[in-house]
């Protein structure tokens, strides 16, 4: 079943099940308190304090899996109010430094109440107040990112009407001044009210930024079980690209992350003529889907019911025997023909050889097929090869925007510390 020179990995690990599947309180100590305590995904904008009465309220009630979604996220409203209160009280005094930090604080708590899906009604509720926290956070920072909502114009009438994204341009960026654009698209858990932390280095290396959600997840207007629906929301944003006289759009390029780099490679091939190039970080084409992997992906890397919250994204909702039966014939890239296109952007594809969210063989299948594609493998590493495949990304996306700069300096800009 794996690809020639490949390393499946559900006959490794059938009888492994991770120590942070065990409670939340496993969750916390041994997956989640040290990326919490440097503000790294999934606490992008998070101030560690912040959540220490959270998780000991948690561990108190000794909440794990299965968990009640509802009780699981209201634990977390007390707190990204109070720090909503701070935000607001800072604003109405024309404090903006402030009142961005505790927004986008208060943000990254309603998060975490919500992750890894809004699956609730509480988790709903923590979505929505999390996004306008954060959108509040972003236009005021010191270079403002705003909130963008177009029609959906492609779209078919049981779709969403309109796509909301945030957008960000450089400083001085006119119409006699084109800029590049990076498009980053999210993945299944990571919305755009986190990947805006990537905003501020582009921004400074003078490359205007969008950020999107995909399908089945944030505030995507595509209908999530329609496996030609993501091609209507893509063509309706670049349309939309097309109009702005801002941008170079000779240096459009795509970054996705995890989930999203399903889409990307798929986006690669069916708008090859709309992007200088694309990144897929951490994604998958095709064994994704398959059964036998979504049958023991739950008690592996991810913090919590992935093939469960795979199923919910694409559409499923409960039914995650159903979403098993059909998956990978709906949506894989080589049952649709996608990976046998002859016509492709130039594409990379990074990973971590040791994934145990999607199968490393997912890339070895998108490298036997169809047009040449770059790859760049990081061993020794899980989902998404962090942290060294950022750097390798960044060389890449400089290298097709024409820019010179130093992703040392760029890595520097995401927020990991705060004034307040």
């Known amino acids: 079943m794996a690809a020639p020179g490949g390393k499946f990995f559900i006959q490794d690990k059938l009888s492994i099940k991770a120590a942070h599947h065990e409670s939340f309180e496993q969750l916390w100590k041994t997956k989640w308190q040290e990326p919490c305590s440097k503000a790294l995904y999934p606490f992008m ?19 794990g899996e299965p968990y009640d979604w509802d009780k699981y996220a209201q634990t977390f409203f007390p707190k990204a109010e109070e720090l909503l209160a701070i935000a607001e009280k800072a604003d109405s005094e024309g404090n903006k430094e402030k009142a961005s930090e505790f927004y986008l604080r208060a943000s990254a708590v309603y998060r975490i109440s919500r992750f890894p899906a809004p699956r609730s009604d509480k988790q709903r509720e923590a979505w929505r107040e999390g996004k306008k926290a954060a959108a509040k956070g972003m236009a005021l920072r010191e270079r403002p990112t705003r909130e963008i909502t177009i029609p959906h114009k492609h779209g078919l009438e049981r779709e969403g009407k309109e796509i909301p994204f945030y957008y960000h341009l450089p400083p001085g960026t006119t119409k006699d ?9 999210t993945g299944l858990d990571g919305y755009r009210t986190e990947l805006s932390v990537w905003v501020e280095g582009w921004s400074r290396n003078n490359v205007a930024v969008i950020v999107l959600e995909i399908p089945g997840t944030g505030d995507s207007p595509a209908d999530p079980r329609d496996p030609t629906s993501p091609e209507r929301e893509w063509s309706t944003l670049f349309d939309w690209i097309d109009e702005q006289a801002e ?23 069916t708008h090859h003529d709309r992007l200088a190039g694309a990144v897929a970080l951490g994604g ?51 049952e649709d023909g996608t990976l046998d296109k002859p016509n492709c952007t130039k594409l990379l594809l990074v990973n971590g050889v040791n994934d145990e969210i ?43 925007f024409g820019i010179e700069a130093n992703p040392v300096d760029q890595m520097k ?3 990991t510390k705060f004034k307040y």
């Open 284 to 334: 998958g084409c095709h064994y994704m889907f398959d059964p036998r992997w979504l049958s023991e992906v739950n008690h592996l890397e991810y913090p919590f019911d992935l093939a469960n919250t795979l199923a919910y994204k694409w559409g499923y909702g409960d039914d995650l025997e159903l979403f098993k039966q059909e998956g990978m014939k709906k949506f894989s890239l080589i």
């Open 413 to 415: 800009t995401v927020p």
């Open 177 to 185: 001044k084109p800029v590049p654009l990076l498009v980053i698209l």
């Open 247 to 269: 941008i170079d759009h000779k240096r459009v390029g795509l970054w996705a992350f995890s989930t999203g780099g399903y889409y990307a490679i798929r986006l690669a091939h």
């Open 45 to 63: 904008f998070a101030k560690y304090d912040d959540f220490l009465p959270i998780v000991d309220q948690l561990v108190k009630e000794g909440q």
């Open 358 to 400: 999607f199968p490393i063989d997912d890339y070895y299948e998108c490298l036997l097929r169809g047009a040449t594609k770059e790859v760049r493998f990081v061993t020794d590493r899980k989902h998404m090869g962090e942290p060294e495949s950022f750097f390798i990304i960044l060389r890449w996306l400089y290298k097709l």
